[in-house]
């Protein structure tokens, strides 16, 4: 490869760039803007990744390979970008309340959520496994931070600590997947290792197959998948609630996207294989996620066992592998990002002030005391139960159509059953909202200054119901962005 | 060669075994170390002076002395040893762990294993234009994107441990305790 690099090189990672230098401007901001507010920090947050945005939407359409082909733009990447961007939007508009109740004026949180973004965007335009990697080692060093963000609060340190070992022991499995993989094809670049895989000879080499298992070990680490799920509801439950709210979308959707261009691009000869680990990987990740989640008393717990599910769910699409579940996947991520962190928006929003509301009994007549939020969480529910004309079933209607579609039933079976039984515990809240009386400890009053919480509540129930309502658009998109990755050009 | 290459490993793998085994956070380091000196040897065997300069160097000697001091400063010693007790989860994982050595033995030794084509940075090749020329060049053309990306992961690395360590004096809108 000569040393100069063409327009070409930097268009490809353009909305990276952006976001990763505006991470370093939010830092420099925060030095020199001691003492000051950082609500304009989060609005600047906000307007980089309205601009990002704007770059990936110009990129549309392109198929633009950079630096020698370590990363693309295509529309592929892109539909991810603007799920990442839309996760990282939500979760500023959500903290900026959160951490001024707390006395956590730290820009750096801010700038943390945008390393973190730019880690998802280079996971999701990686195209070879050096990239996706170090993508995802942004993300993840990022997130064990904002886990811990609560100095003072011992579980944000636990949350902190437990992922941080576990993320790393995940880590070693995913790297020794790739040793093997590079060690048996002789490259890192996904399309070499397609090429590669072509040989008969190649593609019975043992090391082939011990770098898959190790791939798959350490994604499904990543993506919480039963059996390797452990850490989530710990974690998730420890966490800062607003940065629960990312975890749980964002970097699920950016495992999913890396997952999807290495299985299909790289790997989608061994498909025979990984599809029947995935089967059983789905079924059970669906069925563990949603028993577990009967029993919890924890708002914050419930909706990260709920998340585990959801994960089950979009790979229930891996496993069809079609263009169309492949568009659910990208359909579904959008769909959980709204649903998921607009109840914890909500979550938030009546935690503000004194102390954390994250008990069920805490939300005794909420539906009376607070009509708006409560018809609010009401409609989240149901969006993360599947009920038609909202976001979640519209997901789950294209993900389960296509898997039976590929003679999958069995599997779309199990989903729905799932989906049956998750109605109990999302409806829950609901009940407790609207026929259990207000008690002395429910939430009456909303201390002022939470516009921003607001916005993102309004926002997603709209993103919500316009996804439920006209799935259309989105799913267009979608379908349109994964057509390249099936055929592998 | 072979010969040597087998008492690197084994020592590695011994070293790498100790830092688990030993109970005093000191010894472990040392172990580490050893382990690091032993990959460095491996890395001279495969030609790769550099890599090896660079592995003791850095992980050796920076990394090292590093742990040392957390280790020094957070004084651990006065720490109970953990206890240590056969549960059910404990044996299925040493169960776990023995298939997976014993499927690791057979994948080597199957007939059908063999690594890929191998690259044109061959002995010859590093030997007549230099090792660190050829680092260099690959580092600044074909991986510089990587490269350039890492420095944001050190970045973030570095912002985060100042974050979580850093005593906070409360922010304004708190009352002071």
Not at chain 2, 130 to 139: N, R
Request: net charge neutral; aromatic share 12%; charged share 10%.
């Amino acid at each position: 490869m000569s040393p100069g690099f063409t327009q070409t090189d930097f268009l490809s990672i353009m909305p990276e760039m952006l976001i990763f230098g505006m991470g370093l401007v939010v830092l420099l901001f925060d030095l020199f803007g001691q003492g000051r507010s950082t609500r304009n920090l989060a609005y600047l947050t906000l307007l980089t990744l309205g601009a990002a945005g704007y770059l990936d939407v110009m990129l549309l359409g392109q198929f633009l390979p950079g630096f020698g082909g370590s990363v693309i733009a295509d529309d592929f990447s892109i539909a991810f970008e603007l799920v990442f961007l839309v996760v990282c939007a939500l979760t500023v508009l959500i903290s900026i309340r959160y951490l001024e109740d707390r006395g956590l004026n730290h820009g750096e949180y801010y700038a943390l959520l945008l390393f973190a973004t730019g880690g998802m965007m280079v996971m999701a335009s990686g195209r070879d496994l050096l990239m996706i990697f170090i993508g995802l080692e942004i993300l993840s060093i990022s997130s064990y931070i904002l886990c811990g963000f609560l100095q003072q609060d011992r579980r944000s340190n636990e949350s902190a600590l437990k992922y941080f070992l576990l993320g790393a022991f995940a880590t070693g499995f995913l790297l020794y997947g790739i040793m093997l993989i590079y060690g048996a094809t002789g490259s890192i670049a996904l399309q070499d290792i397609r090429a590669a895989l072509a040989d008969p000879a190649t593609f019975q080499n043992p090391y082939i197959w011990m770098g898959l298992g190790m791939l798959l070990v350490g994604w499904s680490f990543k993506i919480a998948l039963v059996p390797f799920h452990m850490w989530t509801p710990d974690v998730y439950e420890g966490a800062p609630t607003a940065v629960t709210a990312f975890l749980s979308t964002g970097p699920k959707a950016a495992c999913f996207a890396a997952l999807v261009r290495i299985l299909f691009e790289a790997l989608a000869a061994t498909r025979a294989e990984w599809q029947q680990v995935f089967w059983v990987l789905a079924a059970l990740t669906m069925t563990v996620g949603n028993v577990l989640a009967l029993h919890q008393d924890n708002i914050k717990r419930m909706l990260a066992y709920s998340s585990i599910s959801h994960a089950g769910y979009i790979l229930v699409a891996l496993v069809a592998g079609g263009e169309e579940a492949l568009a659910g996947v990208i359909f579904y991520a959008l769909a959980y990002t709204l649903m998921n962190t607009g109840a914890f928006a909500v979550l938030i929003l009546s935690s503000a002030g004194d102390r954390e509301r994250v008990n069920f009994s805490d939300y005794a007549g909420f539906g009376y005391l607070e009509p708006a939020l409560g018809a609010a969480m009401f409609v989240f529910m149901l969006s993360l139960a599947g009920i038609p004309l909202t976001a979640g079933f519209a997901g789950k209607f294209q993900i389960f159509k296509a898997v039976v579609g590929q003679g999958y039933i069995w599997l779309a079976v199990i989903g729905v059953l799932n989906s049956v039984v998750s109605i109990y515990y999302y409806l829950r809240i609901s009940v407790v909202m609207y026929m259990q009386p207000a008690t002395g400890d429910s939430i009456s009053t909303r201390p002022p200054g939470s516009v921003p919480l607001y916005v993102a509540i309004v926002g997603s129930l709209a993103g919500v119901l316009y996804l439920g309502i006209f799935p259309g658009g989105w799913l267009e998109m979608s379908l349109h962005s994964v057509s390249r990755i099936i055929t592998g050009g | 060669m072979l010969i040597s290459f087998y008492i690197l490993a084994a020592l590695a793998v011994g070293g790498a075994l100790s830092v688990v085994l030993f109970r005093s956070p000191v010894y472990c380091a040392l172990s580490l170390v050893a382990t690091f000196l032993c990959l460095a040897g491996i890395y001279v065997l495969l030609n790769s002076e550099f890599v090896a300069a660079i592995q003791v160097l850095i992980y050796a000697g920076a990394i090292m002395v590093l742990f040392l001091f957390v280790i020094m400063l957070l004084n651990l010693r006065s720490d109970k040893p953990l206890r240590h007790s056969w549960t059910w989860p404990k044996l299925l994982g040493i169960g776990f762990a023995v298939a997976i050595i014993f499927q690791l033995i057979g994948i080597f030794h199957s007939p059908a294993a063999r690594m890929g084509p191998a690259g044109k940075y061959s002995t010859e090749y590093l030997q007549q234009k230099g090792a660190v020329e050829v680092v260099g060049e690959v580092l600044f053309t074909e991986y510089v994107l990587p490269f350039e990306i890492i420095s944001i992961l050190l970045m973030v690395a570095v912002v985060g441990a100042v974050i979580l360590a850093k005593r906070r004096e409360p922010a304004s809108t708190e009352q002071t305790p």
